[in-house]
């Protein structure tokens, strides 16, 4: 519950982890329990009364309450330190492990967070998710990766693999790797290379096989929690990970990497399939594309920044972007037909690049009038049948009418005008023609 933590630089990282909580943070328990906790015999549960003291205290009287969470549940990590870990066996038999030593502590110490673990409702899924994250906000600050004793895979290497770094302002995530009882904690940090994997700094290794270590594990992440809600806060402008959204047609789930969609309605993937077919034979640039596609759920990529643009350079790349993609989709000829500023996102590996998404209304010519679309999103024509590029002139239109980045030139905002009111004249090439024009 400490206020106002400032998130340390990365090479203070550890002497952050380290440090001695006050009296006032420290578990009391009776002087029964602490005697019990303090291993005398010179083996795997020895510690001493010192290290016990770090995170345990002595109740100041017998009536005294335990320490409760915010959610007004009490904190008792007593099973944390008495439990050992198995002597052998596979990832299932360490689950309980793990918990007791990492993700009681974090709930406990953060109530208003939600814990995710590797599922298995789909075989896509869970090569996307990490083995273990606690969600804040629809961030995800702290993650893990966990393998049996004898896996030959390496949880280091996939903890950095299944991030794709998207958090611009923010310092690093923390998160762990597994094997066993051996749990190593760790930061992440932003890719020496735009659009490579992250870079892992190490931390420190705990050996759970030892009383000691689980005690001073406590301390650290007791420590560690208090770090998340500042993280979370930094990466909120990044969107959401690791969450499920009921769209109009499906549900949303969002990985660091790709978006997952899960429909009801088969048709609507057997149209998407056809759709993406048709942009990726044709090569459209600036648009995502299907990666993955089984049964009633499909794989979409990149996985972008979802924003408005909010300066003048950002809204002519944007603007750019669109206007490139409509003058080869509109050849085919194809109509995204949706285009309004939710539909456009950013690329995560270049700032200038934006690109379109969602293509579940996309259709070619002969097209049906769309009634359950807004008026105050869609061009009039989209909800007649027989429209054409003229919608999606519209959307582009539409982009830079409700963009708020300051100092934007009567140029552009006329031009903005211009498309929506001449949606039915000008054609993608044209309008990008003028747009290049402009200084």
Not at 77 to 97: C, H, M, R, Y
Not at 375 to 394: K, R
């Amino acid at each position: 519950k400490r206020q106002n933590v400032q998130i340390p630089a990365l090479e203070h990282l550890l002497a952050f982890l380290n440090k001695p909580l006050s009296d006032a943070e420290k578990l009391p328990i009776s002087r029964s329990v602490f005697r019990a906790l303090v291993g005398t015999t010179l083996c795997c549960n020895h510690c001493t009364e010192e290290e016990v003291s770090s995170v345990f205290r002595l109740k100041y009287h017998d009536d005294e309450d335990m320490l409760t969470s915010d959610d007004g549940i009490p904190v008792n990590f007593i099973p944390t330190v008495t439990n050992s870990p198995p002597d052998s066996g596979t990832k299932a038999a360490f689950v309980s492990t793990w918990d007791r030593n990492i993700r009681d502590i974090i709930e406990r110490c953060v109530s208003s967070g939600q814990t995710i673990r590797e599922s298995n409702r789909h075989t896509s899924t869970p090569r996307l998710r990490p083995s273990y994250g606690f969600l804040i906000n629809k961030t995800c600050p702290f993650r893990g990766e966990e393998k049996g004793p004898d896996s030959t895979e390496n949880p280091r290497e996939e903890l950095s693999r299944k991030l794709t770094w998207i958090y611009n302002s923010t310092p690093y995530v923390l998160g762990y790797h597994a094997s066993g009882p051996t749990i190593s904690l760790v930061a992440l940090t932003p890719p020496v290379r735009l659009g490579g994997n992250p870079d892992i700094y190490n931390l420190v290794q705990t050996d759970l096989r030892w009383r000691r270590e689980r005690i001073q594990n406590i301390l650290r992440i007791i420590n560690l929690s208090t770090l998340l809600v500042p993280l979370s806060r930094l990466m909120e402008e990044s969107g959401a990970e690791f969450m499920r959204i009921q769209g109009r047609t499906c549900t949303i789930e969002f990985t660091s990497s790709v978006i997952i969609k899960t429909y009801q309605d088969l048709a609507i993937v057997q149209h998407l399939r056809s759709v993406y077919a048709i942009l990726k034979d044709h090569d459209v640039p600036n648009v995502d594309y299907l990666s993955y596609s089984r049964d009633q759920v499909v794989h979409l990529e990149p996985r972008g920044i979802p924003m408005k643009p909010y300066t003048k350079q950002e809204l002519r790349d944007c603007v750019r972007c669109i206007l490139e993609a409509l003058v080869v989709l509109h050849k085919i000829p194809l109509y995204h037909r949706d285009i309004r500023p939710e539909n456009v996102v950013r690329r995560i590996d270049n700032p200038s690049s934006w690109f379109l998404i969602d293509w579940g209304d996309a259709s070619g010519p002969e097209t049906a009038a769309r009634p359950d679309f807004a008026t105050e999103t869609h061009s009039p024509d989209v909800f007649h049948d027989g429209h054409g590029a003229e919608v999606d002139i519209w959307g582009v239109g539409l982009l830079i009418d409700t963009c708020a980045a300051p100092g934007l030139s009567l140029e552009m905002t006329d031009f903005g005008q211009h498309l929506c009111q001449n949606s039915k004249t000008l054609t993608a090439a044209q309008a990008l023609v003028e747009f290049i024009s402009f200084k």
